[in-house]
């Protein structure tokens, strides 16, 4: 727990200096470290939606300590922008503490969502999409995963329903050491849980599924034309790129991925014009 507790306050004074301009500051919303957990009377209580947030930026924190933050403002900006936008557009379009987007370094193209609204994508993987219409639905299928409540989903199903969580300062007085200690411990077992799940193993196939459907559905009511996920995933099919493997072994099949995309664009009638000035915006920004 300590060793996050440090994490949090080194992303908090990174993230200031390079957000310092921008409204969205991630920082500040990792900055905070989680030290108490309370226990709740009753197991079946749900978890809120500022408890989530605190759940959020820890798991925030353990994707930090292990992808580098990209300290590029201009960047920050734009991916906050385009992903603030799709997120505007879903069912669930603020969460307690709002959506924060940001670049991680990393040779693996991947993306992660954290519980709360949490949204990282790679260098690696904007190096891959070849335009803003792309990104959108790219971020889409992220949103989807914060909106459909997924990772606290998970956290549910689990051995630690009757707990609760707490920001810091919140336990204390309430409980003896060795009682903070104890559901402090069970906090951090909640946490690692749930940030391998986000980080390596991925969600469920059922859960992707409907992140691929949710995804399209957001990026087309924000404008923008959903078939680029498509493009993206016949360019990265071609390629060879193996998009099943790893974090995304719990995707459907590419083929069957795109197969599905496009009947739901095609049914839903989500197509939308792609603007040249988005891609030539992207690629001058995010693939500088």
Request: aromatic share 8%; hydrophobic share 40%.
């Amino acid at each position: 727990m300590k060793k996050y507790i440090i994490i949090l306050f080194v992303a908090l004074a990174s993230l200031m200096a390079v957000n310092a301009a921008h409204a969205i500051d991630i920082g500040s919303a990792i900055g905070t470290a989680i030290t108490g957990a309370q226990k709740v009377a009753e197991a079946s209580k749900d978890i809120t939606p500022s408890e989530e947030h605190y759940i959020g930026r820890s798991i925030a924190a353990m994707v930090i300590d292990r992808y580098p933050l990209v300290q590029d403002p201009a960047l920050t900006k734009y991916i906050n922008n385009v992903g603030l936008l799709v997120a505007y557009n879903s069912e669930r379009p603020e969460t307690y503490g709002g959506y924060h987007f940001g670049v991680v370094q990393s040779s693996e193209a991947n993306a992660f969502a954290c519980p709360g609204g949490f949204i990282f994508v790679t260098t690696a993987l904007l190096k891959e999409v070849g335009s803003e219409d792309q990104l959108s639905a790219i971020l889409g299928h992220e949103v989807a995963h914060v909106a459909h409540r997924d990772g606290i989903n998970a956290i549910k199903k689990s051995k630690w329903t009757d707990l609760g969580f707490y920001a810091a300062g919140e336990a204390a007085g309430k409980f003896s050491p060795n009682e903070v200690k104890e559901l402090t411990g069970a906090f951090t077992s909640v946490i690692s849980d749930v940030g391998k799940k986000v980080i390596e193993s991925g969600y469920s196939q059922s859960d992707e599924k409907k992140a691929d459907s949710a995804g399209v559905r957001y990026a087309s009511a924000a404008g923008y034309d959903p078939n680029g996920i498509v493009a993206f995933l016949q360019a990265e099919a071609e390629k060879g790129i193996d998009t099943n493997r790893g974090p995304f072994a719990s995707h459907p099949k590419t083929d069957t991925r795109i197969k599905e995309l496009k009947a739901e664009i095609e049914k839903e009638n989500l197509s939308r014009q792609v603007a040249d000035v988005r891609t030539n915006r992207y690629k001058a920004i995010a693939r500088r």
